[in-house]
């Protein structure tokens, strides 16, 4: 049985590359010859996609869903969801997380890829059951990260745990690619001695290594890999998907994929990277290999937004400082695995540690939260001295049970509350997630439907991320 393949172009490719800007109308065209090739599924939904149809492209998300939907018949779609954060940045009530499982079964989605920032997986429970119960494909992605407590028996541990919740497969999600060959290799044969379930291997090229470690990983009984069409590859992308199917030409773990089809739809994307590259969408920075990921962990994204931190307060010159406060901070933090929303409060509390001169002088409310509990346990405990200095008094709200325990049904007041805005039952989701981005998304869109100018529209909730 041949190696299968999840096309990452219409998602973490582009989010990798050029900031999740590829639009539906850039996407449609070549839709009918994707859903020719074969592929195990496209992800084409989810992660930062939902935030920037609205926030930047004024697009409805859920429309491109629907569209991909209608053109791709023979081709499963696939999402990634960040487990009771959905695709937003806190927790949120079990009722919202059940109505988005819903939802994007509802609209066209096959396969739910979800996560934790902390592999706590009681925050990964509702999302998965809601999958199951509209016979959705559950996939539970493991953050995969370094670090003392994350040996081969606590990820064989973790695989039999998610397979007894009622998942359908396994993904090993190495966002930072930090995965390398060898570690692949015994990581993949020791899930598979754990558990039955399918392995997929999700992991980015930012360090050089990940064609390399697909390579091993399927050696070593990976049923799965993702890749990218080879114009929107590499660099903090995935390895291209033209040449891992033919690195695997002719051997056991043959794909079966036709090259000269996926040659034709490389051509189609050819130039739309040239466009990027041209108007400065695509950095060639993010194109290269970045060794410091391996030596500090760091995923890509994480790099450039200390970077663009620093920059903000000219003080660029800190910047390895920062990166080796990094680490520091995480072990403080209970040495979380370094993906949204962890990895971007870990690296602002590293910033803030070095521009104070004084470590913790400073804490971020997210910091606070994370040592609350509010966003699940940790595989470590934390540092006690940090937890005395950062809460105070306050240590003792610390909370230990699943934080969306502590969270009352929200669906009911929000559909209230965005009323004056509903189209479609999905427009209550949008507002749920981004209460901003979506009600100015709203008035450009009503603006639309009436023909007044959306550039006169009322426009004064804008909001930008950080």
């Not at 007041?413 to 427009?427: F, G, L, N, P």
Request: proline content about 5%.
């Amino acid at each position: 049985m041949g190696v299968k393949i999840t096309e990452t172009v219409l998602r973490d490719a582009h989010q990798s590359l050029i900031a999740t800007r590829m639009t539906t109308e850039q996407m449609l065209p070549i839709v009918d010859k994707m859903d020719k090739v074969g592929y195990n599924a496209v992800e084409c939904w989810g992660g930062a996609t939902f935030d920037a149809c609205l926030r930047f492209l004024k697009e409805d998300p859920w429309i491109r869903l629907r569209k991909l939907r209608d053109g791709f018949k023979n081709t499963k779609l696939q999402m990634l969801f960040r487990g009771q954060n959905i695709l937003g940045y806190k927790p949120y009530a079990d009722d919202v997380v059940e109505y988005f499982v819903q939802k994007s079964i509802a609209n066209g989605i096959d396969i739910i890829r979800i996560f934790d920032c902390l592999n706590d997986i009681r925050n990964l429970e509702t999302a998965v059951k809601a999958c199951n119960k509209e016979k959705g494909h559950a996939q539970v992605a493991l953050s995969y990260t370094l670090g003392d407590a994350y040996t081969l028996d606590y990820w064989m541990d973790i695989a039999k745990r998610i397979e007894d919740m009622g998942a359908d497969s396994i993904c090993i999600k190495d966002m930072a690619g930090l995965l390398v060959p060898k570690a692949a290799d015994e990581l993949v044969r020791a899930l598979k001695s754990a558990t039955k379930l399918p392995i997929e291997l999700h992991t980015h090229y930012t360090s050089g290594v990940a064609s390399m470690t697909l390579l091993k990983a399927v050696e070593a009984g990976c049923d799965i890999i993702d890749t990218a069409m080879s114009p929107f590859a590499l660099g903090t992308s995935q390895p291209a998907t033209e040449v891992m199917v033919e690195a695997f030409k002719g051997t056991q773990y043959d794909t079966g994929l036709d090259l000269k089809l996926l040659c034709e739809i490389g051509e189609y994307f050819a130039p739309i990277r040239q466009e990027c590259l041209d108007s400065g969408l695509l950095n060639p920075k993010v194109l290269g290999v970045n060794i410091k990921t391996l030596q500090y962990q760091v995923p890509g994204g994480m790099l450039s937004n200390l970077l663009s931190q620093l920059k903000e307060q000219g003080k660029e010159d800190k910047f390895n400082e920062v990166l080796e406060e990094v680490p520091r901070v995480r072990k403080d933090l209970g040495e979380p695995p370094l993906v949204t929303p962890s990895s971007q409060i870990v690296g602002t509390q590293a910033v803030f540690n070095v521009l104070m001169g004084e470590r913790y002088k400073v804490a971020t409310n997210e910091t606070k939260d994370i040592l609350l509990g509010k966003y699940g346990q940790t595989v470590k405990p934390f540092n006690p001295e940090i937890v005395d200095k950062v809460l105070g008094e306050d240590k003792k709200n610390a909370i230990t049970c699943r934080p969306a325990d502590l969270i009352e049904p929200q669906l009911k007041s929000i559909e209230e509350e965005m009323k004056q805005w509903k189209q479609q039952d999905e427009d209550v989701l949008s507002y749920a997630l981004f209460p901003q981005v979506a009600t100015e998304f709203f008035k450009y869109r009503q603006a639309q439907q009436t023909g007044v100018d959306p550039a006169k529209a009322d426009t004064e909730n804008r909001s930008y991320p950080v």
